[in-house]
T-cell receptor, first 113, second 115 residues
């Protein structure tokens, strides 16, 4: 079992739809990251959060520490949002080292015009 | 501009020919790491470094070496590449103040093919 699980694995949406990607984790964490990987391959950090909710433009990330669950929401989705979204946890004392990122397998989002 | 720079972006090489992928960051970050990304397996950590001269193995270190002689640079060395090291590689860095990690910055990736 992976320590960080994402769902769904693939997601196709129509432009304008509200999108939710889920992430569950089973390890102790100090932070949860949402990353975006575009078809060109580069990875950018969207959010890092350890509690509550963060918002940036049309993107919203939430985390529930008690339930060990985080969600990434995209409002009014657009074809340019098409990318792979990756959830990653900054683990506490994972593999003997603090700070290592544990990654989910990613969610491939395709937004159709 | 804050960034992590990897070179080269693309590399095709032959089995056994030593190669180095460079990684440099301009944010004075203590923590740097290398990942490989493979279809169906996601990102897996190869090596990481907490600071200069401090490196340690990640989940998949076999066949790789690293060094951290300066804070800004963290090269990945493949002494004798093999086809199973064909992958997309990412370098990343983050700040490490008093054991609280901050946002991770990723390089643009290096697509390596070993034939």
């Amino acid at each position: 079992k992976n320590e960080v699980e994402q769902s769904p694995q693939n997601l196709t949406a129509q432009e304008g739809e509200f999108i939710t990607i889920n992430c569950s984790y089973s390890v102790g964490i100090s932070a949860l990251h949402w990353l975006q990987q575009h078809p060109g391959g580069g990875i950018v950090s969207l959010f890092m959060l350890s509690s509550g909710k963060k918002k940036h433009g049309r993107l919203i990330a939430t985390i529930n520490i008690q339930e060990k669950h985080s969600s990434l929401h995209i409002t009014a989705s657009h074809p340019r949002d098409s990318a792979v979204y990756i959830c990653a946890a900054t683990a506490i004392n994972y593999g003997g080292s603090q700070g290592n990122l544990i990654f989910g397998k990613g969610t491939k989002l395709s937004v159709k015009p | 501009e804050a960034q992590v720079t990897q070179n080269p972006r693309y590399l095709i090489t032959v089995t056994g020919k030593k190669l180095t992928v460079t990684c440099s960051q301009n944010m004075n970050h203590e923590y740097m790491s290398w990942y490989r990304q493979d279809p169906g397996l996601g990102l897996r950590q190869i090596y990481y470094s907490m600071n200069v001269e401090v490196t340690d193995k990640g989940d998949v270190p076999e066949g790789y070496k690293v060094s951290r002689k300066e804070k800004r640079n963290f090269p990945l060395i493949l002494e004798s590449p093999s086809p199973n090291q064909t992958s997309l590689y990412f370098c990343a860095s983050s700040q490490y103040p008093t054991r609280v990690y901050t946002e991770a910055f990723f390089g643009q990736g290096t697509r390596l093919t070993v034939v």
